[in-house]
C-alpha cells in the first residue's frame, strides 16, 4: 500500500513533468488565417487594384480572371514538386526500382485576392494561395511580406500621384 501511493505520486509528477516540457503547436484557426491574410489600407479602391495587379506581375503571377466589381483577382498556376535531382537520389539510394518508382506531384496553386471597399479612402485586401490538395502556399510569413511589398506599391502609387506623375 505504501509503494501504491508512492507511484501513483510519481505517476502524477511525472505527467505533469513532461506535459508541460512538450511544446505545443500553435493551431491557427480560421479567423486567425484570415487575420494574416488580410490587411486594412488608407488608399482608394482603384488605386489598390492597380498595386495589386502589380504585385501579382511583380510575382510572374499572371491572372486568369478577374472582376473589378467583385474586387476579386485569381490565377491559376500549374506546380511540380520533386527534381531531377531527388530522382538520381533515389536512382543512388534504391536502384532502377527508385528511379522508376520516382513520381514528382504536380498540380494547380490557386493564388487569390480579394479587394473591398470599406470607404472612400480605405480598402481590405486579402491573399490567398492554396494548392489544389488544400494546402496553403502563403502561409503567415509570406502573408506578411507579400502585404509589406503591396504597401511599398501604394507608397511609390501615392508618391507619383503626388508628383503629377502619370500613372499606368
Known sequence: MKYAKHAVFLGILFNLFFSC??????????????????RVYEISYEDAWKATMTLFQDLDIMPTFTDKNSGLIKAEVPYQEGSRTQQAIGTVLFGVAGALLYKPRKGVVNYTAFITKLSQHKVSIRFLGIRDDGKRVWKEKECNQLHMRLQELINQLQFLKGTGTEVE
Open 21 to 38: 516540457a512538450t511544446p505545443h503547436k500553435r493551431a491557427l484557426t480560421g479567423i486567425m488565417k484570415r487575420a494574416y491574410e488580410t
